[in-house]
T-cell receptor, first 116, second 113 residues
Framework: GAVVSQHPSRVICKSGTSVKIECRSLDFQATTMFWYRQFPKKSLMLMAT?????????EQGVEKDKFLINHASLTLSTLTVTSAHPEDSSFYIC????????????FGPGTRLTVL | GDSVTQMEGPVTLSEEAFLTINCTYT??????LFWYVQYPGEGLQLLLK?????DKGSNKGFEATYRKETTSFHLEKGSVQVSDSAVYFC????????????FGQGTRLTINP
């Protein structure tokens, strides 16, 4: 399967600061990536679909000005949590869509964000 | 909207026991169905999938059959191993392209030797 990395794996920040999380597709070019959020003991919730070279598509209820997504290249998408608050603390997971033959999503290992 | 419901965890079994993790879904159309597995410290991996009614997905000894009449996609394995300990997620996608996955809440499985 495809290899997807995320950086950082853990981050702790103060309220009011911004945090950037990177998602990289290491062995193929991905035109479509997804960002999910997972609360403790809860399911993954799709936040947005990131398309290379165009604006991300956000799910209902997700603030696009709060969660900035940039997909500037075929191997990198970034999620920036702006003016972070403690309620933004969560596990953020990205995935890439591999269309060739299998049409499967491959997931990164996730980033644990803690906002103090 | 679409939704997926899994049996509550955690589930603890002894090695070589039979495993069933129940999954039911609600969808307006004819979704594709998936089971993903998350091993400790790793990202979600696709375990198996089925794209139409009566299809059976299988991988690594796990099986699940797409049952349209009961809107279910239960995961089964005849003899579990300690290495199967992980969190299992049932998911659906309304279109064939595996886009916009809707996940169940996950079931943590622990296998004791």
């Amino acid at each position: 399967g495809a290899v997807v990395s995320q950086h950082p794996s853990r981050v702790i920040c103060k309220s009011g600061t911004s945090v950037k999380i990177e998602c990289r597709s290491l062995d193929f070019q991905a035109t479509t990536m997804f960002w999910y959020r997972q609360f403790p003991k809860k399911s993954l919730m799709l936040m947005a679909t990131s398309n290379e070279g165009s604006k991300a598509t956000y799910e209902q209820g997700v603030e696009k000005d709060k969660f900035l997504i940039n997909h500037a290249s075929l191997t990198l998408s970034t999620l920036t949590v702006t003016s972070a608050h403690p309620e933004d603390s969560s596990f953020y997971i990205c995935s890439v869509l591999y269309r060739v033959a299998t049409d499967t999503q491959y997931f990164g290992p996730g980033t644990r964000l803690t906002v103090l | 909207g679409d939704s997926v419901t899994q049996m509550e965890g955690p589930v603890t079994l002894s090695e070589e026991a039979f495993l069933t993790i129940n999954c039911t879904y609600t969808a307006t159309g004819y979704p594709s169905l998936f089971w993903y597995v998350q091993y400790p410290g790793e990202g979600l991996q696709l375990l198996l999938k089925a794209t139409k009614a009566d299809d059976k997905g299988s991988n690594k000894g796990f099986e699940a059959t797409y049952r349209k009449e009961t809107t279910s996609f239960h995961l089964e394995k005849g003899s579990v191993q300690v290495s199967d300990s992980a969190v299992y997620f049932c998911a659906l996608s309304e279109n064939q392209g595996a886009q916009k996955l809707v996940f169940g809440q996950g079931t943590r499985l622990t296998i004791n030797p």
